[in-house]
């Protein structure tokens, strides 16, 4: 599969716990992305690298959440002391810099208790 | 900063009858628009994107429009069937360069009966 792929596909924490999620983007794509969706909404932008370095962060991004991209492959995205509000779909995609269209993962579902 | 709106949340319609889906964005110097869809609990899937050189894109019974003055972009489903029931939205990017991060409209959730 030459897709993006995220893990896991859906997790389920308590209140207070940490979470990390990972992206794979498609191969040799340089700009990753991570948006986070939740019910009835559209996506919305947190955070995106241009190889391995972060270039913008939304102010949805709080100092709870923390992104990296070791060597500019995959993507972990950490949220600490998880909160009830951060049950959502995190979605990551990839495209080149020059490219328009953006290629999505399946997303990652959290559901915190 | 660039806010899009898509008007209604919810549609249903008989199989077999046209589509149409709207978007309006605000701002209208927008490098590019892109219609999305999103089946229950996946990822996004690319349909269409219109550069802001374009006035519409085809693909297969799919049409997209744009129209920078007025703000406005329609996705066309010609004769829907029951497999196009899912959730469209659509997205700009932020900057004036490819690569951006994208704002999203709220979608469109779409059924089509039998």
């Known amino acids: 599969d030459t897709g993006v792929s995220q893990d896991p596909r859906h997790k389920i924490t308590k209140r207070g716990q940490n979470v990390t999620f990972r992206c794979d983007p498609i191969?040799?794509?340089?700009?990753l992305y991570w948006y986070r969706q939740t019910l009835g909404q559209g996506p919305e932008f947190l955070t995106y690298?241009?190889?391995?370095?972060?270039?913008?962060k939304s102010r949805l991004l709080s100092d709870r959440f923390s992104a990296e991209r070791p060597k500019g492959s995959f993507s972990t995205l950490e949220i600490q002391r998880t909160e009830q509000g951060d049950s959502a779909m995190y979605l990551c995609a990839s495209s080149w810099t020059t490219q328009e269209t953006q290629y999505f993962g399946p997303g990652t579902r959290l559901l915190v208790l | 900063k660039q806010e899009v709106t898509q008007i209604p949340a919810a549609l249903s319609v008989p199989e077999g009858e046209n589509l149409v889906l709207n978007c309006s964005f605000t701002?209208?110097?927008?490098?590019?628009l892109q219609w999305f869809r999103q089946d229950p609990g996946k990822g996004l899937t690319s349909l269409l994107l219109i550069q802001s050189s374009q006035r519409e894109q085809t693909s297969g019974r799919l049409n997209a429009s744009l129209d920078k003055s007025s703000g406005r972009s329609t996705l066309y489903i010609a004769a829907s069937q029951p497999g196009d029931s899912a959730t469209y939205l659509c997205a700009s990017p932020s900057g004036r360069t490819a690569g951006n991060k994208l704002t999203f409209g709220g979608g469109t959730r779409v059924l089509v009966k039998p």
């Open positions: 690298f241009q190889n391995e370095a972060q270039l913008e």
């Open positions: 701002d209208s110097a927008i490098y590019n």
């Open positions: 191969s040799e794509h340089n700009r």
